[in-house]
């Protein structure tokens, strides 16, 4: 009876046909899904290559970015410069006009004192009134016209502003129908 019961015992034990073709499906399914993780890991390093790639193409893009950058300071402070530059020569006009406009003050004063004591000379007094009159249109009308040259290309460059078409210069008549200078572009 112990023997049975050991034979028993030991078939219980024993791997069945069954068990062991199981057994090589479930080894086969592992073989596959190995198999197929190799694939993917490939494929993951494919696209951590390709990434690795896009990466550097990226940080030569910022790089080349950050020179740009650079330039477009450098052409800032050198806008600046220029600027500075405009302003001062704008306050050494302004003091040369001063200047001029005291001077025909001066001019004025004793052509009119002139005129009073020489009642002769009144008709050229006013005749020189006249050409000074128009010697400051003249200047203001000439600094415009320098400025006019070069306002579109400042406005471009400092704002981004195009002007359409060329600045021009037109009269137009006021409340009381005198002529008006204005500018239009």
Known sequence: MAILEEIERQREESVTKIDF??????????????????????E????????????????EALKETGIQMVGLA????????????LAEAQKETTIQLTALAAAQSKT??????LAESHKELKDEHTKTRTELGGLSETVGFTLENEAYKFLPALLKKEFGFKLKDNLFRKFVADHKGEPIDCSFA
């Open 74 to 85: 450098e052409a800032q402070k050198e806008t600046t410069i220029q600027l500075t530059g």
């Open 108 to 113: 004025e004063k004793a052509l009119q004192e």
């Open 44 to 59: 993951l390093a494919t696209a951590s290559k390709e990434t690795r790639t896009q990466m550097a193409g990226l940080a």
């Open 21 to 42: 073709n199981d057994l090589k499906a479930i080894v086969k399914e592992m073989a596959l899904a190995q198999n197929e993780t190799k694939l993917q890991l490939t």
